[in-house]
């Protein structure tokens, strides 16, 4: 994706035919820093507009000079005079106050930012309608298609990030329009009679989706706006701030809605204190909870199919996970529970039928697909340095005893490969291996740093020269 972030100005002019100056300043990068990028475009517009080319000239001297965005990494950042502390996020990793490296007693949300989170806070767009976040992380959770509605282009995409923001750690799987109009070229594709497609989020600010996609399953209108008709006439009088806020769906929950935070949050709003930015974080800081609960079931059954016992008799290639299996998994939930709180009330089903059917739900959305590919990865990773470090560091003398020399070979084949396949500087303590058809000799070499090259041919000329250096010394 590339993502835009915007800065828009309107105004009055009797001397445009329209009677508005209107213009955008658009930001665009491959980057996900919606905080970040939002707060530049909120200082580069005005000075923009008010002072013309020479602000874009000053912008891009200063943007040179920052350092290479590394995931995780804190960075004071000058532009236009200004200087932005920001945490850059880690991919699936939520950004919570309390993990930042921001001191919180001075704590100033407008120069010290949160890359991955909007400049307006959930909190604040979901403060009428607390009770329906439970519904909303549900209907996330198994990618069902969603409309948002709200009343400007700023509300509407900031809060499209938030939905998609409700899950973490889970990877959403899906496609999302922050704001989504009638221009747009899949306009055709999405506004139809037909089912809407799975996995899909769409933002629209303009009233026409109100009867265009009502068909969706499911509608979430936030924000308040002022009243305004509809020009066109087949909508004539229809009164936009006069429809409901909140969540119509065709699903019906099944997660208890938390009393304690709903309690809290109601008391520090009706005080006005404190700030929509600690509310906000401590309503993410819940789902965030929430959805590492519902991950406890998956997580401990994946954790019994990564191989752990790896020697140097393994096979040729770093051990491979055993397959999920849904059957199993459903076994383990029923004997071990979930940590959710599910409601049990008004449901003809036990408890028990209820939890299972909702993970069982779970394992066939694209969700689950996507959680379960990064968690392959990772752990396939992790199973892969290990592999590295029984080739490294296992006791090579003790192995030797009795195999044949065809092992003792693809001994040496195995280390090669490796070397040839990692692209990263690798520090390793090895085993050196030396073969003849008589005897067998090795030697214990330590090397500190192998740079790896880019062209295949001398990488593998380097690995051949490391594994098969001092043959002289050996006996024929």
Not at 32 to 38: E, N, T
Not at 203 to 225: C, D, E, M, Y
Not at 248 to 258: E, F, L
Not at 339 to 363: C, M, W
Request: overall charge positive; proline content about 7%.
């Amino acid at each position: 994706f590339l993502y835009g972030y915007v800065f828009f100005r309107q105004k009055k002019d009797p001397r445009i035919r329209r009677g508005y100056f209107q213009k955008s300043l658009v930001i665009l990068s491959q980057y996900p820093y919606v905080g970040l990028f939002s707060k530049m475009a909120s200082i580069l517009g005005p000075a923009y507009f008010d002072v013309g080319k020479p602000m874009l000239e000053a912008a891009c001297h200063d943007i040179a000079s920052w350092k290479s965005p590394a995931p995780g990494n804190h960075f004071d950042l000058p532009f236009l005079g200004n200087v932005i502390q920001v945490e850059l996020s880690q991919p699936n990793k939520p950004q919570l106050l309390e993990t930042c490296p921001f001191d919180m007693a001075n704590y100033r949300p407008e120069t010290q930012i949160l890359a991955s989170l909007p400049p307006v806070t959930m909190f604040t767009h979901f403060r009428d309608m607390l009770k329906d976040l439970w519904l909303c992380w549900e209907l996330m959770l198994f990618a069902e298609p969603i409309v948002l509605m709200a009343p400007d282009p700023k509300i509407c995409s900031e809060t499209v990030l938030e939905l998609v923001d409700l899950i973490n750690p889970i990877p959403y799987c899906g496609d999302y329009r922050p704001y989504f109009t009638i221009q747009d070229s899949d306009f055709k594709s999405f506004v139809t009679k037909n089912k809407p497609p799975s996995n899909i989020i769409i933002g629209v600010t303009n009233p026409f989706f109100t009867k265009a996609l009502q068909h969706w399953p499911n509608i979430i209108r936030v924000g308040k706006s002022k009243s305004r008709k509809l020009c066109d006439s087949s909508w004539k009088g229809l009164n936009v701030s006069s429809l409901d806020f909140g969540v119509t769906s065709k699903r019906k929950s099944v997660i208890a809605k938390d009393k304690a935070i709903l309690k809290l949050l109601a008391e520090a709003i009706a005080r006005g204190y404190p700030p929509d930015y600690l509310l906000n974080n401590i309503l993410r800081r819940y789902f965030v909870d929430l959805t590492e609960k519902f991950l406890v079931p998956l997580n401990r059954y994946f954790s019994t199919l990564i191989p752990f016992h790896i020697t140097l008799s393994s096979s040729q290639e770093p051990p491979l996970l055993k397959p999920f299996k849904t059957d199993v998994f459903l076994k383990s939930l029923q004997e071990h529970g979930p940590q959710i709180p599910f409601k049990s009330k008004n449901f003809p089903t036990t408890s028990t039928d209820t939890y299972l059917n909702f993970y069982a739900q779970f394992l066939k959305c694209g969700n689950f697909a996507t959680w379960l590919r990064q968690r392959t990865i990772e752990a396939q990773n992790e199973v892969r340095k290990r592999y590295l470090q029984v080739l490294c560091d296992d006791d090579v003398r003790k192995w030797m005893v009795g195999k044949h020399e065809m092992e003792l070979v693809d001994l040496l084949v195995r280390v090669k490969d490796e070397l040839v396949n990692n692209s990263n500087l690798i520090y390793l303590s090895i085993k050196r291996i030396y073969c003849t058809k008589q005897e067998i000799f090795y030697r214990n070499c330590q090397i500190k740093m192998i740079r790896l090259l880019s062209n295949r041919h001398q990488c593998e000329t380097m690995a051949y020269r490391l594994l098969y250096l001092h043959l002289s010394n050996v006996k024929s």
